[in-house]
């Protein structure tokens, strides 16, 4: 037996979801790709026909046991470690003949094997020369033998020799290891994965890697040969080598716009006040270069430095000097990383344009110099000031070819936007954690001077894309994982070996600790350890170690969670057609339940309940011929009528389960009953998980505010006119503390509630969400839910939210090193102490942004390390513990600081502190901070880092010159400026939901992205190149598409071709378009194809299913769409970005004077 045969035994790693499109399949269309490995679970596409889902996992497994390096004595201890108590769940590996390699004694075959390759003897390390080793491709016996591989580390690897030996013992081992199962649904001893998250392509990355903008879609191409996808083993580099030139981010090399880098005195010397005013009402086509000359002429009595000769600047917007951006940076000075905008002395008021300005430095030839001639007036030139578009193309064509290895300290990722390969080679991948900055200050006064806040963004579940290994399943045994003494960090790439490697001295605190005996092992000659390349807790950044019953609540393993859905058969629900859609809907999901590795069925069992003013429970026991209805009208004091019966296993009771499915329509149609209870409804799926003593999920399907007479009952305290005033917080508090109580208590379960709510009116968003809020939850809101409009967008999320990898009951703590603490946390959780972040389920989607502050030095050889460790419970009930480690680099020049920042996760952190303290402070104060603090940030840079220039200049640094922008999108999100038709619940909704939001998702949330589809090639993949958002970036001849992660606009100009209105909607005219449209017409024609692929493509990407909404141009819903032209003005009084950037420019002004 080899290893190899595994690969083939157990479900292949690398596998796509099924039905899941357009990740790594070049054609939209959704056809698989030649070579890509088929699920061998056909593709769920549900009842509708347009389904294309990222599936879940089923069938592989994330995780992969990870041998032990050879020795006996680990092998003893890893099957001992499987304690009697958590035997009887264990499954004999199915392939008796093949049996897992080394420690894999908890492994189902197929899991994935760490190190297989590193069984024998050869194990010295890389060659001091650090040479490429080669892996043979026996080391990768989780690919099957047909499936394409992932990212390719050919040829780096060493050549190791499996061990025929130990994993014959191993197999052994196993044999002898399947007693007995005690529960049904058992969990596959190790390596247990949740099912298709993998193949779903984070959302991060997920476009276009080429510098075009245009879609690329992975291929093999560009992954690697399969050999080589075994694992992205460090195993190719020293884990350390040098700095990796290429992956700094200098300011300075940093192509900016326009041909002249950020070193270029950027901008239009002259802001007019409130110029952005002056755009034109219409958005006829791009900017004509005269239009921004036409400000106000004024003098400008300030302007300090003399504007270079108009030809200097030569750039695409002759004509006015302004164009400073475009031309060439001034020869002289070693530009100052960082962006510069000249301008004269008073920002915002109306001033006469200045005239250009050459040099941004002063010491330039035209610097300082008497201002020539004033020139024409003009405004300040849109395309002169940073393009988030122009920063995303050049980070794609930049960074997008060359996957991100992460063995260098300090590497500053390329953007979310950026479609790019992580190989972890020591520190957690960048679709994990996110900082702020990767390079933070020795000192606290440091970081208080520059108020950059620090802060990581951790989404620990995250979903890889299929040429990305899953983190390694590692079992320690029945001791345990091998931590610190003192700080109990976990052994991580950091930890140092010392005394011959008796002994390890935490890179946390210093502390020195023995190695336990069986976990001893020699150090080559340069102090590693010779099993170094076989353990991922030793080479690698992301990675898991199987928990023991320590681990464990009551010291007990626990069972498979639950799921119990939940549904309001008032007549709303029922009239609306709703509850007979769940119910048909759920006849087919239940198929679908997350699994684990390569289990059969899942192991999760089901539950149901109606409701309305009271509540229905139904025995679905298998053995009954007809389900059994009980109902509890006592809602004061909820209980579980029946226990036995009442969760059970899909498959055993699916007859049971079908007629419930098909009698509830039925049983509700004639009701009457229009109030319902909502708190009862947990507390008594809370009840239930607590009596089959396990975790689980309630699903909550609910149509209105809660007004029965019931615990937690609510009355309609909605109030508009709180707005901007200071009660205006209450509205996203919850009016009762009922709800923070309960979810206590869901916590402590494990019982995490999912939400969907289907509201016809104000139904207290605040409040209802505050369980699903603080259990990890989802919420989803259809507002004025329709069955032809809405149902496709609702069964989307609803199979993805069921089908989606989870894990329960999870505790995540962030260690640090000495030096800094984590002291803030922004997510869907809830915090008991100061230092525990507790979700009673955590999903692939759910990020955790952690703020750190100083309570030391730190120093610049040793840098700062981050350990983020994840205990949760698998869907099938395996306790395991997923850990992350990120190092960053130290610095005592700020310049360093805000050379290595990343905006996008910036304005992820801004965003969340703002929205957090909305339930605090007035709304102004919140704007104001935030509007304080990005300038304090970009003052300290001007002050510090840039070279000594005008004041009158506008300086930001190359990694933040989108700061701007972006804060100014946060500022007027419906959270912090509603517009008029924004409702109450609207707001709490979106508050909530962007709280959890990782750093790709609030990227295009607050700055869309708009798609020119009249500009797609219909015979690429590629998508069109994105455009900035604003109005007058739209022609009337074409048609765009926006879309934000929770919608999607299709906008018609009024000029548009008749023959492209006939493509895409089937009708010969404009005026015959039809903003009720839902999806778009199939029509057979390319562009018709086109645009579809393209929104498919999107919908794929984004983690909920966005609405599509056509908007016709000088149509009523204009005003809906223009809401998201984010440079624009907006109607709710939000200023566009023009303005606001020449606002934020007296803002510094003011700071630095
Ligand atoms: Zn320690």
Same mark, same amino acid.
């Given at each position: 037996m080899s290893v190899n045969q595994q690969a083939h035994t157990g479900p292949p790693y690398g596998q796509p979801q099924p039905g899941y499109q357009g990740y790594q399949q070049p054609a939209y269309g959704g056809q698989p790709l030649p070579g890509v490995p088929q699920s061998q679970y056909g593709a769920y596409n549900g009842p509708m026909p347009g389904y294309q889902q990222p599936v879940p996992p089923q069938g592989y497994f994330p995780s992969l046991g990870f041998p032990s390096k050879g020795s006996p004595v680990s092998l003893n201890s890893d099957t001992s470690s499987l304690a009697p108590n958590f035997i009887g769940s264990l499954r004999a590996p199915p392939t008796s003949g093949a049996p897992p390699p080394a420690s894999g004694a908890s492994l189902p075959s197929g899991h994935l094997t760490y190190s297989q390759f590193g069984h024998g003897d050869v194990q010295n390390g890389i060659p001091a020369s650090a040479a490429p080793m080669q892996r043979p491709p026996a080391s990768q016996p989780f690919l099957p033998g047909s499936a394409p591989t992932p990212v390719s580390q050919t040829s780096t690897f060493q050549q190791y020799g499996p061990t025929p030996a130990s994993v014959q013992q191993l197999s052994n081992h196993m044999a002898g290891m399947t007693i007995g199962s005690t529960t049904a649904p058992a969990p596959p001893p190790a390596g247990l994965g949740y099912g298709p998250p993998t193949s779903v392509p984070p959302v991060s990355g997920s476009f276009s890697a080429t510098g075009s903008g245009l879609y690329t879609p992975y291929t093999a191409s560009q992954g690697p040969s399969p050999t080589s996808v075994?694992? $992205?083993? =460090?195993?190719?580099?020293?884990?350390?080598? $040098?700095? =990796?030139?290429?992956t700094q981010r200098l300011p300075t090399q940093v192509p900016g716009f326009a041909p002249s880098p950020s070193s270029t005195g950027i901008g239009p010397s002259s802001y007019p006040p409130s110029t952005g005013a002056s755009r034109p009402p219409t958005m006829p086509g791009p900017p004509l270069p005269g239009q921004t000359v036409a400000g106000p002429s004024m003098s400008q009595p300030n302007h300090v430095s003399s504007p270079p000769p108009p030809s200097t600047m030569s750039g695409p917007h002759p004509g006015p000097p302004m164009s400073g951006l475009h031309g060439p940076p001034p020869p002289t000075h070693p530009p100052q990383p960082g962006y510069q905008m000249q301008q004269n002395g008073s920002f915002g008021q109306v001033r006469g344009p200045q005239p250009n300005y050459g040099g941004a430095y002063p010491g330039t030839p035209n610097y300082g110099s008497q201002p020539g001639p004033p020139p024409p007036p003009k405004r300040l030139d849109p395309d002169s000031i940073p393009s988030p578009i122009q920063v995303i193309e050049d980070d794609r064509s930049n960074r997008g070819s060359e996957p991100f290895v992460t063995g260098v300290r300090g590497q500053v990722p390329p953007l979310v936007t950026t479609n790019f390969l992580v190989k972890d080679q020591g520190n957690a991948s960048p679709r994990y954690i996110r900082c702020t900055s990767y390079n933070i200050p020795c000192t606290s006064d440091m970081a208080k001077q520059s108020q950059v806040p620090l802060a990581a963004v951790i989404k620990p579940l995250a979903t890889l894309p299929l040429e990305e290994t899953l983190p390694y399943l590692v079992d320690h045994g029945e001791s345990g994982p091998v931590r610190c003494n003192r700080c109990k960090a976990y052994m991580c790439p950091f930890m140092q070996f010392i005394e011959g490697g008796r002994r390890f001295q935490c890179c946390f605190c210093s502390c020195v600790t023995e190695v336990p005996p069986h976990y001893f092992q020699h150090l080559d000659h340069t102090g590693k350890r010779v099993d170094f390349y076989d353990r991922p807790e030793l080479s690698l950044g992301s990675y898991e170690f199987l928990a023991t019953v320590d681990y464990c609540k009551n010291n007990k393993f626990p069972s498979p969670p639950a799921f119990i859905f939940m549904i309001d058969v008032s007549y709303n629900a029922v009239k609306s057609g709703l509850v007979r859609l769940i119910c048909e809907e759920l006849k087919s999901l239940l198929d679908y339940l997350p699994r684990e590795g390569n289990m059969k069925e899942s192991a999760i069992r089901v539950g149901f309940v109606t409701y309305n003013k009271v509540l229905h429970f139904y025995n679905v026991k298998s053995s009954l011929a007809q389900p059994q209805m009980m109902v509890v009208s006592d809602v004061a004091d909820m209980f579980v009528p029946l226990l036995d019966g009442f969760l059970v296993n899909v498959n055993e009771s699916r007859t049971v389960i079908a007629s419930l499915l098909d009698q509830i329509p039925e049983m509700f149609a004639d009701t009457r009953e229009t109030e319902t209870v909502f708190a009862p409804v947990i507390q008594a799926g809370l009840e239930a998980l607590k009596a089959a003593e396990c975790a689980g999920k309630l699903f909550i399907f609910h149509t209105s505010l809660?007004?029965?007479?019931?615990?937690g009952k609510l009355k309609n305290r909605d109030d508009k006119k709180l707005i901007n005033t200071d009660k205006e917080k209450t509205l996203f508090q919850p009016q009762t503390s009922f709800y923070n109580n309960l979810a206590k208590d869901c916590v402590a379960q494990g019982c995490c509630v999912d939400l969907f709510l289907f509201p016809n009116?104000?139904?207290d968003v605040a409040t209802l969400g505050v369980v699903t809020y603080q259990t990890g939850g989802s919420i989803y809101k259809y507002a004025y839910f329709q069955l032809e409009t809405d149902q496709e967008r609702f069964l989307n999320d609803l199979r993805r939210d069921v089908q989606k990898e989870v894990g329960f009951d999870a505790v995540m703590r962030v260690r640090t090193s000495?030096?800094?603490?984590?002291t803030d946390f922004f997510g869907a959780f809830y915090m008991s102490n100061t230092t525990d972040v507790e979700m009673a389920g955590l999903d692939c989607n759910k990020t955790i942004t952690v703020e750190f502050k100083h309570d030391d030095k730190l120093s610049e050889d040793s840098g700062a390390l981050l350990q983020c460790a994840l205990l949760y419970t698998s869907c099938a009930g395996q306790r395991r513990l997923r850990i992350h480690n990120l190092s960053l680099n130290c610095c005592t020049q700020l310049a360093d600081l805000y050379r290595n920042c990343e905006t996008d996760t910036l304005i992820n952190y801004l965003a969340k502190y703002a929205y957090r303290g909305v339930l605090s402070s007035p709304v102004k104060t919140v704007r104001d901070a935030l509007i304080n603090q990005c300038a304090q940030i970009l003052a300290c840079y001007r002050k510090n880092c840039a070279s000594p220039s005008s004041a009158g200049q506008l300086i930001l640094p190359e990694c933040m010159k989108l700061l701007p922008v972006y804060l100014n999108c946060v500022l007027k999100s419906d959270v912090l400026q509603p517009g008029p038709e924004v409702t109450t619940d609207d707001r709490a909704y979106i508050r909530q939901l962007v709280t959890s939001m990782d750093v790709a998702e609030t990227n295009v949330f607050f700055y869309p992205r708009l798609l020119p589809l009249t500009k797609a090639d219909v015979d690429s993949d590629s998508l069109p190149a994105a455009i900035r958002n604003s109005e007058e970036r739209l022609s009337k001849g074409d048609i765009y598409l926006l879309e934000n992660g929770l919608n999607i606009f299709v906008w018609v100009g009024v000029n548009v071709q008749q023959g492209l209105i006939q493509n895409l909607f089937g009708v010969s005219s404009f005026s015959q378009i039809s903003n009720a449209l839902s999806t778009l017409p199939v029509l057979e024609n390319p562009f018709s194809k086109k645009v579809r692929s393209i929104v498919d493509m999107l919908q794929v990407q984004r983690s909920r299913y966005m609405k599509l909404i056509i908007v016709k141009q000088e149509d009523k819903l204009e005003m809906l769409f223009k809401h998201f032209l984010v440079e624009d003005k907006s109607l709710s009084g939000g200023a566009s970005y023009v303005d606001f950037l020449c606002h934020m420019h007296k803002e510094i002004r003011q700071l630095l004077s």
């Open positions: 075994s694992q $992205g083993l =460090p195993l190719a580099q020293p884990p350390f080598p $040098g700095q =990796p030139v290429s809660p007004i029965a007479e019931a615990p009116q104000y139904l000495t030096g800094i603490r984590a």
